[in-house]
């Protein structure tokens, strides 16, 4: 099992701005693609953005533009930046990983709340 850390959510007005992180913590595992998924309430889990270790990133294409993920520097870790926020961006954010014999691992989540 990888444990995966997630901090960054919270509560915000419409039009501002979060950064989520994720890190995979005290894991030998390697981790080839690192992502964030979301579910909104009484809605299914949706993808949000993924990328590999080598930099591929992969978006939903209703988050394209005002979203953005990007790999730490230090190993095994991932941010998600929202821009532009919308009241139905609220969600739980999940953090998930993929290694490299494609075992998926998922963190707790974290609640980001906008605002109107």
């Known amino acids: 099992q990888v444990p995966l850390v997630e901090s960054g959510g919270g509560l915000v007005q419409a039009g501002e701005s979060l950064r989520l992180s994720c890190a995979a913590s005290g894991s030998a595992v390697s981790i080839h693609t690192m992502g964030w998924y979301r579910q909104a309430p009484g809605k299914q889990r949706e993808l949000v953005a993924t990328i590999t270790q080598g930099g591929t990133t992969n978006y939903a294409d209703s988050m394209k533009g005002r979203f953005a993920i990007s790999r730490g520097n230090a190993r095994n870790t991932v941010y998600l930046q929202l821009n532009s926020l919308k009241p139905e961006d609220t969600a739980v954010y999940y953090c998930?990983?993929?290694?490299?014999?494609?075992?998926?691992?998922w963190g707790q989540g974290t609640q980001v709340t906008v605002s109107s």
């Open positions: 998930t990983a993929r290694d490299y014999q494609a075992r998926n691992y």
